[in-house]
Nanobody, 127 residues
Framework: QVQVDESGGGLVQAGDSLRLSCTISGRTFSSYNTAWFRQTPGNEREFVAAIKWNGAATVYADSVKGRFAISKDGPKHTVYLQMNSLKPEDTAVYYC????????????????????WGQGTQVTVSS
């Protein structure tokens, strides 16, 4: 059974940094694309960043490009989201998600394309 566990959220001030972690267990870690999404109350889940299964490519939403960085650590079975220069509009619940399809070429950006989700971690950025 695949399990996705996020951690690292918290309350920070504008301009601060935060690193989220996503640990995936229950299957071979390195063969699946993984992404981060975020959601605020009353809104749909929004794509933030994704990393290809082999780490060779990353994609970002325009709103976080240049400030956020997604990476993965194979031996630790963990995907990270380093968030720098945080803004109040980054406040959301952040979710990690991973696919069930092995080694798909391009990480998708739509929530419906991801099969396994974590419970979410709250990030709050004060002004």
């Amino acid at each position: 059974q695949v399990q996705v566990d996020e951690s690292g959220g918290g309350l920070v001030q504008a301009g601060d940094s935060l690193r989220l972690s996503c640990t995936i267990s229950g299957r071979t870690f390195s063969s699946y694309n993984t992404a981060w999404f975020r959601q605020t109350p009353g809104n749909e889940r929004e794509f933030v960043a994704a990393i290809k299964w082999n780490g060779a490519a990353t994609v970002y939403a325009d709103s976080v490009k240049g400030r956020f960085a997604i990476s993965k650590d194979g031996p630790k079975h963990t995907v990270y989201l380093q968030m720098n220069s945080l803004k109040p509009e980054d406040t959301a619940v952040y979710y990690c998600a991973t696919e069930a399809t092995r080694q798909r070429n391009n990480p998708p950006r739509l929530p419906k394309d991801y099969d396994y989700w974590g419970q979410g971690t709250q990030v709050t950025v004060s002004s």
